[in-house]
């Protein structure tokens, strides 16, 4: 793929499904998403989520922690092996492992995830559950900038769908990801790609202004 961006060479680290990571895929090959899929790391073996990206062709690598005796180590190849890659941007899209605050701050500023809520609301776990018990009439997911604060860095854009009322965990969880997470995410590694985004000093800036809040899009129209 011809170098189109300034800041478009993008690793992405999946453990699962990887439907965030197809999104991606989906959108280089809409022209939605100027970067280059370079390379994704994944810490297991059977993910899902490796054959989306061979069929893409993108090279992978499975780096496990049982390969490596702590994990201090696993984070020290893991992130040897990101740097390698020469990466502008990484993208952790349902990348099951918290990792360390020397890894964090390694790649500070250019180290994005997504969350399955509106945060600052439920970080961590089972998110749709827990929505579904408190009766929130709204849910979806937020990409934020990675800091040592767990689903807690600096958010940039979320996007929420209406709860209905006959949804369980599993319909609502379908369709943030079909929704929301899927746009979303493409969408802010465009303007990461683009040179669009940045993080000083734990604040976002978009085109160099800084966000006074979070940007928040609504999918209202949801089958
Ligand atoms: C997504 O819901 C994402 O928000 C969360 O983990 C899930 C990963 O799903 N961090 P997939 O692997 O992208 O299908």
């Known amino acids: 793929m011809p170098d189109r961006g300034i ?16 999104g991606m895929i989906d959108a280089v090959a809409a022209g939605r998403l100027s970067a280059e ?52 941007w ?29 945060l600052p609301k439920y970080k961590g776990l089972d998110t ?3 929505v579904l018990k408190s009766g929130d009439p709204r849910h979806g997911a937020t990409v934020h900038f990675v800091s040592d604060d767990l689903d807690g860095g600096p958010p940039v854009l979320s996007g929420s769908v209406a709860v209905r009322e006959d949804d369980d965990a599993a319909t609502l969880s379908d369709r943030v990801m079909r ?8 969408r802010v590694l465009e303007w990461a790609a683009q040179g669009r985004l940045a993080l ?8 160099g202004e800084p966000l006074a809040s979070p940007l928040h899009e609504s999918f209202d129209d949801d089958q």
């Open 90 to 118: 990484i993208a952790l899209a349902g990348f099951m492992r918290i990792l360390s605050s020397e890894f964090v701050q390694q790649f500070a500023g250019k180290l994005l995830n997504i969350h399955p809520s509106l």
């Open 179 to 186: 929704r929301v997470e899927v746009h979303i995410y493409p």
């Open 200 to 207: 000083r000093d734990q604040s976002v800036f978009l085109d």
């Open 7 to 22: 800041a478009n060479r993008l690793v992405v680290l999946i453990s699962g499904n990887g439907r965030n990571l197809q």
């Open 37 to 88: 899929l370079v390379h994704v790391f994944c810490d297991r073996q059977n993910a899902a989520g490796l054959t989306r990206a061979w069929r893409a062709g993108i090279p992978t690598t499975i780096v496990s922690r049982r390969d490596h005796e702590s994990r201090a180590a696993f984070d020290r190849a893991l992130a040897r092996r990101i740097v390698a890659e020469r990466p502008d």
């Open 128 to 130: 749709h559950s827990r």
